[in-house]
């Protein structure tokens, strides 16, 4: 049996696997440009592409211990990464669906009840946006694009039942926060 050279892929996995943080980088070092090509892909946006790439090396430091270093490092990495541009490719086109309905409401007719009902809707907007996501997601699906509940546990890949308790929970917190309340 041959000795692998000290910067293969097996051995600075191995490496990182025990906590080397160098032998982590090198690999992130030798796999980021395939890895942001690959985001860049499924983005169409650079930035995107490299908020992908920032995520997705954080989820790979944390679930280095999932890593088989039996297997390739860098199918692997470019997994994560990918995963990370849908991710949030999904969560940005939601936040543009979200706005564009919103923009859509009837404008009133009188420029005063327009500016209350345009600072009413940002004000909605920026609570829904800081709601988590597992709250976000359900409330937006279900009461401003308008899906039903079997529609939006359909769409999230979870139970109707749990939608439902998901949605309770976010209106509720989102009621406290438009009357100023804490959570």
């Given amino acids: 049996m041959t000795d692998r050279p000290i910067d293969d892929d097996t051995v600075l996995a191995r490496r990182a696997q025990e906590g080397d943080q160098e032998a982590f980088a090198t690999l992130v070092r030798r796999h980021a440009s395939i890895a ?3 985001a860049f892909l499924i983005t169409r946006s650079s930035a995107d592409a490299d908020d992908a790439l920032q995520d997705g090396t954080v989820r790979a430091f944390y679930n280095l211990n999932r890593f088989d270093p039996a297997r390739p490092f860098r199918p692997w990495f470019v ?3 990918a995963n990370a541009a849908r991710n949030g490719a999904r969560s940005s086109s939601r936040r543009e669906a979200l706005a564009l309905r919103a923009m859509t409401v009837d404008r009133p007719s009188d420029p ?3 500016a209350v009902a345009s600072e009413e809707r940002d004000t909605l907007l ?4 800081a709601l988590p996501d597992k709250l976000r997601s359900p409330v937006a699906l279900r009461h401003v694009l308008g899906l039903s509940e079997r529609e939006t546990a359909a769409a999230l890949g979870i139970r109707a039942g749990t939608v439902k308790s998901r949605v309770s929970r976010g209106l509720e917190l989102l009621r406290q926060a438009m009357r100023g309340e804490p959570a």
Wanted: proline fraction near 0%.
């Fill in 36 to 38: 942001h090509r690959a």
């Fill in 112 to 114: 005063a009840d327009y």
């Fill in 79 to 81: 997994t994560i990464v």
């Fill in 126 to 129: 920026r609570h829904l946006d």
